[in-house]
């Protein structure tokens, strides 16, 4: 069984729901895995097999529900 990590699921994604299209799950990542080229667009996670450390703390920030847990 692979380790669990965070990953942005881009159909269920809609910036606009977070405060100036920015994604609101961006802050509470303390590992800073999440990133976004721009406000608006989808956030997408950096290379997550190796430091997506799955504290999970960026779910409940995302209005959307578009984070999800998956298996690497």
Do not use: N, T, W, Y
């Amino acid at each position: 069984m692979g380790r669990l990590k965070a990953m942005v699921d881009p159909a269920l994604c809609d910036p606009e729901k977070c405060g100036q299209g920015v994604c609101a799950a961006l802050a509470s990542c303390p590992h800073k895995i999440l990133k976004q080229d721009a406000a608006g667009e989808v956030p997408f996670v950096v290379d997550s097999a190796f430091l997506c450390r799955g504290c999970f703390k960026c779910l409940p920030a995302c209005p959307a529900k578009a984070i999800r847990k998956m298996e690497s």
